[in-house]
C-alpha cells in the first residue's frame, strides 16, 4: 500500500530530477568517504586449483583467507623493517 508520504516523495524526486537537481540518499556516504582514503585493495590472480587449494586449507583450519593474507603481509613489513635497521 502506498501512503501520501511515499506519493509525494516520488513526485518531489521526479520534479527535482527534472530540474536538473539530483537528490542522493546514501546512507553509506560516511563509509565510502573513509574508504576512499584509507582503504586500498590488493587485486591478484592465481591459478584456480591453487586458490581452490588454499581455501579449503583455511576451511579445515578454521581460519579466514583474509586474516592468513594480513598475517603474511605483517610478516613480510616486520622482515623489511628489521633488514632496514641492520
Do not use: W
Not at 591459478?47 to 588454499?54: I, N
Not at 583467507?65 to 613480510?76: G, H, L, P, Y
Request: glycine share 4%.
Amino acid at each position: 500500500m502506498v501512503t501520501d508520504l511515499e506519493t509525494y516523495k516520488v513526485h518531489l524526486h521526479y520534479l527535482l530530477f527534472k530540474e536538473g537537481v539530483h537528490i542522493m540518499d546514501d546512507k553509506y556516504k560516511a563509509q565510502k568517504k573513509y574508504a576512499k582514503s584509507h582503504i586500498k585493495k590488493l587485486g591478484c590472480s592465481y591459478p584456480a586449483e591453487f586458490v581452490d587449494a588454499f581455501k579449503d586449507a583455511c576451511n579445515t583450519l578454521g581460519v579466514k583467507q583474509s586474516e592468513v593474507i594480513r598475517e603474511a603481509m605483517n610478516k613480510i613489513i616486520e622482515q623489511a623493517n628489521k633488514s632496514q635497521g641492520d
